[in-house]
Structures are given as C-alpha cells and as structure tokens.
C-alpha cells in the first residue's frame, strides 16, 4: 500500500472523474479518498484561465475533458459577495474577504409571513456546484415558500481570502484561518445580516449539508441554535474522530459492500494485493502490471498501482447508488454488483489481474471510452482539505487484517503529525474537533442539550460509520436506509427513485414541517403554505 | 459629564479601594465602573515588582495602601500552569502561554465515583483573588465531594501570553486573541486535558461565574454542554448588548436605589450636577470644589469630579448588600440608605455640594481615616477590559433625561467606536456577541435549546437589568432576590446572612444536586455524597 497524507473525501457532489491530489509519500494509510481537493481545484481551472490553475494538481483520470458537461445548472439564483470578516475569534487587522453566495427568493414568501430560509452549509468545494447537485433544496423551496441561500466555504471556489488562491494557499500562515469553527461563524454572520437587511430575523432558517457539510449542518445546529432552528445533516460523520467508532469502520464498510454481493469478489479483491505486489517484485514486473491494467504510461511502484484500485473500491461504495449515475463517474446502478459481475464471472483460468482489471473498469470506463490510464499525480499541490485534515480534521482510520479487503493498515498518529509538518509546516490538534464540538457520549450530550436534527445516512456509504444512526431524542431523529449510499438523499427526485428513498425525503420534509410550525406556533403567527 | 471610554465593571470581588481607570477624553459616557481593569493591574502591582507595575494606573482612592490586607485567603489550593493554545479557531504558529490554574482536590470523592468537579470561570483579574472571594464554591466542595478549579483568563493575572504583561498589552496585535471565544475555549480545553490525566471523564462538570465571568459560564453551557452539565450565572448581563434591554436600564436602577430609599436624596444628587457645572464655571469655582470635596491636589475639571461622585454612586448601588462588607470599600450594611441619610439629614440650610460630599463620604471614606480624596487617573493606561469594551463587548447604556438621577446622556456608537480606534487601533463589532450567543428572541432559543443554567441576580443590583431575570424553561431559572445586589449569593456564607440569600443559595444547591443527580442516573451510576 502506498503510504501518504490520508486525504478523506468528504465532498459529496463532484466530478465525474475522480480527480486524486498525491502528496508525498511518508508512512500513511492509503486515502479513501481525496476528490475535495481536486474539486475545487478543477473547478477553478474550469471556470477561469487565471494563474491559479497552474497549480492544479494532474488529473489522472481519462475523463476531465468532459466536465463541463457535469454542471446540470437547472437552477436560478443571483451571485452575490459578502465582505466577511477574515478572523471572528480574534481582532487583529486582517483584511476582509469576499465570500461568494447563491440566492433565489423566487418562491420566499417574505418576512411578513415568516417564510424560511433554507440554507446549504457549503463545504470543501465550489458551492455553484453544490447548488447544482443538491436537488432537494431546490425542490423544497416551493413547497415550503422558502428562500435559498448557498454560502461557499472560505477557501474554496471564489471565496477566497487575501485577493487570490495563489495568496490564500501561500503558507501555513495564510491558510490558518481555514477552519470550521470560522465557517461556521461565516454562517452566522451572513445570515443575520441578511436577515436584517431583509426585515426577515423572524424568518426561521433550515441548515442543510452533505458529508463535511453536514457535519458543519449539525455543529451550527449546536453550536447556533439561536441562527437556525434545524438542521438535515445528510452522511455527516461527526464522530470519526478520536477512537469514538472503531477505526476499521470505513474500509470494513466498503469491504462489506463488496462481500455482501459476492464472497468470492471479496476474496479475489483481498488476494489481489499480494499479486500485485509479488509481480510488481518481478523482472519488467511493473512493465506487465502497467500492460494489465492498460495505463497509458509507466508504473513507478505498486504502491501507485494500489491507490488506483483502493480509491476505485471505496468511491464505489460511497456511490453504490440505487439507479444509474453519473455522480463520480458514469456508473451503472449497484455499481459494486457490476464490479463484482466482472471479477466473478470472468472465463474460467482468469488470473487474478485480469480478473481485477474488468472489475474496476466499469468503474474507470463504464462509457468504454477510455483507451488507457493515467495514474499521474502532483506530489506539490496544497488542497484547502489536505490543510483541514492537518489541522482539525483528524479522522483516524485503519485497515483490519482479517475483515477488510484491504491491505492490513494501523493508525499511525505520529507518522500523520509529522507528514503534516513536512507537507504544511503545521501540527494537527487530534483531539480539537471532540473537545469543540463534543462527540465523546454523544447521545446523553446531544439528547439532553440539542434538538431538531436529522442525521441521514445510508449503510452502503462508508462514511455511515462514523455518523449518527440512532435517534437520541425526539428531535434528534437518525434517517437510515439500509440499501442508501453517500447522501443519496440531497440530490433532486427522479423518476428512478426507489420507495426507500423518497419514503426517507418524505420523513425529513415532515420533520421539517414540523419544525417551522413548531417555530411559528411559538411565534403565535399565521402561516399558511 | 466628563465623557469618555466606556468601561463596564463586570468584575464582583475587588479592592477595598476604588480604582478608576480614565481613559483620554471624547465623547463617551461616563463609564459605570473601570474597576475590572484596575483590579488586574493592581493585583499585578502588588503580586510582583516586576516592570508591569510601571504600567499600572494611578490609584485615585485613599486606601490603596491597605490592599494586601484584603486577600482573605483562607482556602488552599495548588497553584498550576497549563500550556495553552493561544488561538483555538486558526491554525498560526503562535507561541502557549502558561494559563495559571487553581486546584483542590482535598474533598473529592475521585473518578470512581464521578465526583463532580466545580470550575470557576475566571473573569477580568487575577484569579487568587476570585478564588478569595467566592466562597460559596468553596463552602460546597465537601458537601458534593467536588474539585475545584480556578483557571485563569487569558491577558489577567499570570496568565500572559508573549511572556510578560507588557508584550502582551503591547499593542492591537498582541492583544488580538483577549476575546471571550478564546477564554471559553481555554477552560475546555484546560478541563478536557485535566480529566484524560485524571482519568476522570466521566466527571461532571458544574461552573461558576459572577459578572463577566457569569456570562461566560452561561455561554460555556451553552456552547459546550457535552463540557458541563450545568451553570450558576450570578449577576450576569449577557442582554446588556444591542437593543436587546433598554439602554437606560443600568442607570435607572441606580437611580431607582437611591430614590427608594428617599425621594429628596435622589432629587438633590440629580439636582448637584448643574451646581457643580455652574460653580466650577466661576472664578476660582474649580478650587472651591476641590475645597468642598477635600481633593488632595487641584481639580483640572468639573468632570473628573463627575466620574468621581458617579463611581461612587455606581458601584454603591452594586454593593447595597444587606450586611456589612468590605467588598468595593469598607461598608455599612444597606450602604446607599447611609448615604441618603446623609444627604437628607444633614443640618438645614447646608447646601447641596456639602449634603453631597457627606453623603459620598460613607463610601469613599467609612472608616474616617481617609483625610483627603485623590482623582488622579493614567490616560495612557491600557486594560484588559478596554480592550474587550472596544472589540466585542460593547454594551450600549444611556441616561435618562427624566428617569435617572444622572446627568443626561445619550449612547453614540460613532463616537465609541472612534474612540475604540484611537485608544487601540481597533474597531468594535457592536453585534458579534448576539451573533456568537444569541441574545435576540433569548427566551425561545434558550428555551428550546439550552439546559440546566442558573441565572442569579438582585434587583438592586444594575447589572440585573441586563439579566435573565424570569424562568426560561425547567431547567434554565431565574432566581431573583427583591434586596439582593451584585452576585452576592457566590460569597462564603455568613451569620449575618439574611434568610432570602440562604434561601437563595439553598435553592442553588438543589438545582445544582438536581443536575449531578439526573447526570447519574443517566450514567446508571450509584453516588452517595
């Protein structure tokens, strides 16, 4: 397995290549995932010429030509900055920056009747993407005559402080105010000025998210309770921190997505890592793993061979998906039963590789399209996420020997720190996140303290391991769906949509509902949908 | 009016003497109190020799000799120092700073039993002397079988980043991170540390604050309830921001102490500005005034002498205490009907400033020794508490024309933040606090969110108009005492206690048994005390 800087994709609307930022090697686990970063980072060569994209990290898959064809742009709002204050903790003279947001008030029935406002806790991305991939608000809005607002995430997209990417992404010293916590009061203080202006502070404000944004969709609803009056935390694992769920979790979870279709599919997958490895040991053994699995260049090391694979199996598992999409890739439904298909059902006296290789090109070239691969990465770039998972967001992860189809990994957390102050001149704060936002016995603090967040997850998505899947109080309601993956529920309705699914958009529409008019009949208003 | 900086004493135990910061002159109210800032320089004078003391203000009052007699200190604790971060919320390689902490553990009960553990959220002064002065923590310990911990604010006391008072209060850079959001973040972070090494986890915590460090027990709870189960907040103002309370509250109540006690004493006190003003306009006038009040050197203007009787009455009506204390000067019991019966009382035909100067004499001079009054101030001094006052903590206040026995004053945020950027370089975010905490709809948001907060406050007390003074929900009360003054309840219990401050203290108790109990059961854990 090659080893570098755990890269954790908690982005859950993106590309449909699946774009990896390698930072130098050092002795850590394999990235479950790392396509944060590469959004972002693609998005803004997309969208601008400007020299930023010079430090775009490669991108190795064969598909990135195709990406402006993936920004499904169904929805209207007005772009708007606001001046934002760079550091809310502290009063030092820093300048101000300007953070971009969405809104639409089309449907916003206005202050005098209380109308809400739906607000998307923008994560790790450019948020026009995340408006074009969040369906359901937009589906909402109407419904609910509810105004939205998409916020971006400071340091991401255009949001950027200090005039550009290039001075934002400088040094350790001009990233340290990329962290949640100053999100979040980001958050707050856009909306109440909004409000304000608006004469809307009676109007009550729904927070939503997905994964990193959800996670920040349930602090603020914690931590701002007197902001927003609920919150949709959709696959938000907040509790992947510390030793709160075992450290296993996430690759067993993706393990278990491919044993539970096939335990011989599991099984080649888990040997496979041995035959890589033994082969690549060979005389020209590189030169014939580069053939097998049909890269267009050459194989440096097998470790670079692995991450190709490793990234392949858990974005599989965030997106084993229910219907056809084209979420990370162009995909079939149940992806990972296809995969599996492959692997299984290939001639009688398949070798394993090859057996591996018809696996995981349904995930790399499902369209058939792709003549070769790039495995290609750039051992320099600096992500916002990379700079996140070095400081605060420490998510520790290990690989079992014995229930992962993975090679065995354990948690290092010195070889992490010392990987971060190599890449970023930065000491990560392991237990921060925990001792900021709680999540040692969650269910007594939450159940006695917040209220009116839904957790939603599916058990296909890896990230369900570390999230909230119980109910811990009559408010505090955990949405989980056996067959769901990675926030499958925050994307628009389609025709496709199995019964779980909108049963599962259906409870947390009437929890919703429930809330305003809990907030309207404490406001003793009249408010007719 | 003398008018200038508005400094807010938000601290409840200080000196015998009063101590007056004045900042240079513009156009701001005369502050209710500076004794906060004054409290820390002083204790640093005091505790030390050290080059900081060149920095003290000048003491104004008579009695600053006497201070060393008034550090009761009949607890014992250990005296420890935690490496701590100095910015939580960004990730800039800045140094630790020794935050000094006060420990004891004689009557702990230990993690086995999860004995609770009280913590004292120190406010605006050195920490040995709160620990000094709020005895009722102390009383409590052995009845719970509780720790107590006194840690220290950032900037106060010992506890200086960049090593030394004067690198720290050097300038708007250094002092960047004295903000409330810091401190609440130091005491979880402090406390998280101490209970891992103890092993005591499981541990609840209850806090404890009066004044500013009773607003940060009330938003540490309610920031950080998976950190403690429960707050006394005694005399804590956390509405005295924005419109929230009507900005004549602080001074009417003074007015409303006096004029309770006697209609003709408020009368003459609301009458003797004008004589004041028209006497020090005359020849000579400003002498004849420094004559009648037995200033030591000369009066420079008729305002000093405004900042002067206007402390006195201020902080008279914060200490209306029932009994006799030596709390902001030497006392008699129900001080203010002293004074008012020296207004009154004195023989006809005395004019007003001599009735005046008798009357300020019960405080500025109770034991007789004083022969002479000084009101020297430094305007080049910089406090901890100013700086706060000019960055989060603005709390308007303005003085009523009709209602209040001060001379008029209208607030001007202008003009406050003006001179906020000429003192330190800095401009006040006037609506921050109310964002960060909440403030605005309180009553739903507390409500609905928090738990397990006492408000205590006394109506004769000022501060209480900017207080939580009614029941929320079940568990976040209001205990309100009709003669109470400022967090009386946080003293040691005397024998002259009246029966409503220990009935008040013994309701504290039984809420805060409540707390531990319920927090017990909910750990399934048998705890006898």
Redesign the interface.
């Known amino acids: 397995m090659k080893p570098h800087l755990l890269l954790l994709l908690l982005l859950h609307f993106t590309l449909p290549t699946t774009l990896l930022l390698l930072l130098p090697t050092a002795t850590m686990p394999k990235p479950p995932f790392s396509l944060s970063l590469a959004l972002s980072l693609t998005l803004a060569a997309l969208l601008s010429s400007s020299p930023e994209s010079r430090r775009l990290p490669f991108l190795r898959k064969p598909f990135h030509k195709t990406q402006n064809n993936l920004t499904p742009n169904n929805y209207t709002y007005e772009i708007r900055y606001f001046q934002q204050?760079l550091?809310?903790?502290?009063?030092?003279?820093l300048p101000k920056f300007p953070q971009r947001y969405l809104i639409n008030t089309h449907h916003w029935l206005g202050p005098s009747r209380m109308a809400p406002i739906f607000l998307y806790c923008g994560n790790e991305g450019d948020i026009e993407w995340f408006a074009a991939n969040t369906g359901f608000v937009w589906d909402l809005a109407p419904l609910f005559g509810a105004m939205v607002i998409f916020p971006e995430h400071r340091y991401y997209g255009e949001s950027m402080p200090y005039g550009s990417w290039d001075e934002a992404y400088k040094n350790?010293?001009t990233?340290?105010?990329l962290?949640a916590?100053?999100a979040l009061?980001d958050f707050?203080?856009l909306i109440?000025d909004l409000k304000r202006n608006l004469s809307a502070?009676a109007s009550p404000v729904i927070l939503f998210g997905g994964s990193y944004g959800g996670m920040l969709a349930a602090w603020m609803r914690?931590?701002?309770?007197?902001?927003a009056i609920g919150s949709l935390a959709s696959s938000a694992p907040i509790l992947q921190f510390e030793d709160i769920v075992p450290l296993e979790t996430f690759y067993n979870i993706v393990s278990n997505d491919f044993r539970r279709e096939s335990t011989s599919c599991f099984n080649t997958i888990k040997k496979s890592w041995d035959v890589i490895t033994s082969v690549g040991r060979k005389v020209n053994g590189l030169d014939h793993l580069a053939k097998t699995f049909h890269l267009c260049g050459k194989l440096e090391s097998s470790d670079d061979l692995f991450d190709w694979l490793e990234s392949a199996y858990s974005d599989l598992a965030m997106v084993d998906y229910p219907y056809p999409t084209e979420f990370l890739m162009p995909l079939p439904a149940y992806p990972i039963k296809e995969v599996c298909k492959k692997i299984d059902n290939s001639a009688e006296g398949t070798n394993v590789l090859d057996r591996i290789f018809k696996g995981v090109s349904v995930y790399y070239n499902y369209t058939g399209k792709a003549e070769c691969f790039e495995l290609d990465d750039d051992p320099h770039g600096m992500s916002g996420w990379d700079w996140q998972a070095c400081?605060?967001m420490v998510m520790p992860m290990s690989s079992s020997k014995n229930s992962s189809m993975f090679p065995e990994w354990e948690y290092n957390y010195t070889s992490y720190a010392e990987e971060c102050r190599n890449e970023f001149?930065?000491t990560p704060?392991p237990?921060?996140i925990?001792?900021?936002?709680?999540?040692?016995?969650?269910k007594?603090?939450f159940g006695?303290?917040?209220?009116n967040i839904i957790f939603s997850n599916g058990l296909l998505d890896p990230w369900s391991g570390g999230s909230v899947k119980e109910n811990i109080s009559d408010s505090i309601i955990a949405l989980v769906t056996k067959e769901g993956a990675h926030h499958l529920d925050l994307r628009a309705a389609t025709a496709d949509d199995p019964d779980w699914l909108v049963e599962q958009r259906a409870s947390e529409v009437k929890l919703m509902k429930g809330w305003i008019d809990e907030y309207h009949t404490?406001?003793k208003a009249v408010f007719n949908m």
């Open positions: 204050t550091d809310h903790f502290t009063f030092q003279n350790a010293s990233l340290a105010h962290t916590e100053q009061a707050a203080v109440t502070e914690l931590k701002y309770p007197h902001i400081t605060e001149g930065v704060r237990t921060w925990t001792t900021e936002f709680g999540g040692h016995n969650y007594s603090v006695t303290f917040g209220s404490t406001k």
